[in-house]
């Protein structure tokens, strides 16, 4: 089960840009649709049924410190304690697509780097995937079933 990536929406609904404040925001809207998700999958009786978020709290603390210096320690808290099961990190390999929420097409990888090496540095161990279209979610899908990682 797929959760939408909430701060998308709630900027594209304010039309404002991003401020410190919407963070704490972002976290605790986040959770909510975890477990809402979590809970739809246990009404459809689903237990081994994946719950995949795009943004979750590591790209918050990430963005919050790459836009205002650091992270709170609120974000950084619900990181360490909310630790998903298996983090997929996804490649910057994908051709750049403008839009007014993406801010510097230049800092893909290193933006990509400073993730893993924050995921690492927490012990998340992520799954790289690469490539396009259908092949990245099926490499992401195998290796999300893998019992050996």
């Known amino acids: 089960m797929w959760v939408p990536e909430y701060p998308r929406g709630f900027l594209e609904a304010t039309g404002q840009p991003v401020s410190i404040d919407d963070f704490s ?6 959770d909510n649709l975890v477990e ?20 979750g709290h590591e790209v918050l603390w990430l963005w919050m410190e790459d836009k205002f210096g650091s992270a709170s320690p609120e974000i950084a808290r619900s990181f ?11 490649t910057p390999d994908l051709p750049w697509v403008p839009d007014p929420l993406r801010e510097d097409p230049q800092r893909r990888e290193f933006l ?3 993730l893993r090496q924050l995921l690492n540095a927490q012990g998340a161990n992520p799954i790289e995937v690469s490539g396009f279209g259908e092949s990245r979610a099926t490499e992401a899908l195998k290796a999300l079933t893998r019992r050996d990682l």
Request: aromatic content about 12%; hydrophobic content about 35%.
């Open 112 to 114: 990509h780097a400073q």
């Open 80 to 90: 360490e304690q909310q630790r998903p099961w298996r983090y997929v990190l996804c």
């Open 25 to 30: 925001h972002f976290g605790q809207a986040n």
């Open 36 to 55: 809402a998700a979590f809970a739809q999958l246990k009404r459809q009786d689903r237990d081994l049924g994946y719950v995949i978020q795009d943004t």
